[in-house]
């Protein structure tokens, strides 16, 4: 089958050829639970340009032995090859992949507590093994799958998988507690924001603060849910305090603009985070991590996007434009997603 191949890192992020197209040896089943998927759509995420430049290589590959790789974690297709144990799928079916694989089959006390991102063992397809979405077929486990509705392709939903996941998990957290007349802060309405607002219009009545950099792109996300949109431009924290009547909103992804006893929610990586103390115990605000999300959370995000309540944006590459979609990323110049097809 074809793949795109990372060979090398690229720390400055110069080089103008980042993956190539091979020839690999097409996946086989091993597990009598694996599942073969004909990939449909693959969507090209920040996290891909972060795996090239070598940033996750002391986590995912201290012994230097993961590259050449494919990347490619947030995978949709069509069902080409079931192992014995499968039941209620079959070849043809339309399916988006979750994209952590349990180590133990889901047996751990994480997957039975359905924190399946914290499987034990578990591998992470396009990031810390050697196969990945940037190809034609990719091996998966029965316990990842779910069906796509029939309103919606592979391309719709393939970056829901891991960047839809998150944003709907946070958006998730977050309207459990947020009340009508509260407020909720979103920095950045890009590939993960547009997604968040979407969640955060679909489940609560909280208002919504979109903080954004670019003028175009808040102009485009305001119809999506956004209350207030508020220029990213040095006076935001500024901006936020007025609208929030000086106190800061309920929740929010800025730690500043996050209102006592407030949770700050953390998308995205990169940066530090620095508190003191002190400042912790009088606001009671909390800061909270999200890592993805669980399978279930990705039913709930699909049933979203049935109703149509949660629309990716999107920019379709083929396959053999990976390099170009990737370098289309780095220089900002995808709106929403983009997503790889064959
Ligand atoms: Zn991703």
């Known amino acids: 089958m074809k793949a795109q191949v990372l060979h090398s890192y690229d720390p400055e992020m110069k080089q103008d050829v ?3 197209e091979e020839e690999v040896p097409n996946p086989k089943l091993e597990k009598a639970s694996d599942v073969i998927v004909k990939i449909g759509a693959a969507g090209v995420c920040r996290t891909d340009l972060h795996v090239i430049e070598g940033e996750w290589r002391h986590i995912q590959d201290p012994d230097d032995k993961l590259l050449p790789c494919v990347m490619g974690h947030e995978n949709a297709g069509w069902i080409e090859e079931v192992g014995s144990d499968v039941e209620g799928f079959k070849k043809g079916d339309s399916v988006i992949l979750h994209p952590i694989i349990s180590g133990t089959n889901g047996t751990c006390l ?6 399946d991102t914290h499987a034990e ?3 992470f397809p396009g990031l810390n093994v050697k196969e990945g979405g940037y190809s034609e077929l990719l091996k998966t486990s029965v316990r990842n799958l779910i069906k796509i509705p029939n309103t919606l392709t592979p391309k719709d939903v393939a970056p829901f998988s891991d960047a839809g996941l998150t944003a709907y998990r946070v958006a998730k957290k977050a309207t459990r507690h947020l009340l009508p007349g509260e407020n909720c802060v979103v920095i950045g309405a890009g590939g993960l924001g547009h997604i ?9 009545a909280a208002n919504i603060i979109i903080v ?3 003028e175009t792109a808040l102009k485009h996300a305001m119809p999506l849910g956004g209350d207030h949109g508020v220029l990213n431009d040095g006076n935001e924290v500024e901006r936020v305090m007025e609208l929030t009547k000086g106190l800061g909103a309920e929740a929010s992804m800025g730690l500043s603009m996050t209102k006592n006893t407030g949770s700050y929610y953390i998308v995205g990586y990169g940066e530090d985070i620095k508190i003191k103390s002190v400042d912790m115990i009088i606001s009671e605000r909390n800061i909270i991590g999200n890592l993805i999300g669980t399978w279930s959370e990705l039913y709930e995000l699909m049933e979203l996007a049935n ?6 944006s999107m920019q379709e590459y083929k396959l053999s434009e990976a390099n170009k979609a990737l370098h289309d990323l780095n220089n900002g110049l995808v709106k929403g997603r983009a997503v790889l097809v064959p």
């Open 307 to 312: 109703k149509d309540l949660v629309r990716l």
């Open 196 to 204: 968040a607002i979407q969640c955060l219009k679909a489940m609560c």
């Open 121 to 123: 063992n578990g591998i």
């Open 212 to 214: 954004e950099k670019s």
């Open 110 to 115: 994480s997957c039975r507590k359905g924190l």
């Open 18 to 20: 980042w993956v190539k």
